[in-house]
């Protein structure tokens, strides 16, 4: 996992990381390195052109207040901290967390950079999801269902019918 944080793969990185915190949950510095690599790992996510997802990177939600956008920052901060924290990557990090925490916290550049991310992300499905769930249905199998059940309804009643018809 070090070697991939010296050759900047964050993501391949951190797989290595969370399966080594599974095998030995009593690892010393594993947090840190899981820090450096989640923040790493958002700042690689682009929000729109080449701007960084800010909330991403101090891992909050959009709607965090003033205070949690406080909090999470300080508790980064411990992890990441250069002083603290000498894996690869851990002070662009700890940079990366200062800058989001700047923008987050300043009013003008927050409402602008939400303005920014608002008209133009667009959600990912996964690929899977899109197209088929897994109990089979195929979302763009809907009109063809809605078709069939509007062109012949009777054939749906006559359905729930059929235990009366005995009586």
Known sequence: AERKMQDKDFV???????KAQQLYPDTDNISQMICVCDVHCSAENKVFGNDLDWYGILQIGDTADD??????????????HPDKNKFSGAESAFKLIG?????????EKRSFYDMRRKTTYKPVLPKQASQQTSKGFNPAQRSKVHTNFMSNPSSIAKGFNAPFQEL
């Open 99 to 107: 800058e989001a925490q700047r923008v987050l916290l300043d009013r």
């Open 67 to 80: 205070a949690l956008i406080k909090k999470q920052y300080r508790k980064l901060a411990l992890l990441l």
């Open 12 to 18: 391949g990185a951190r797989k290595f990381v969370l």
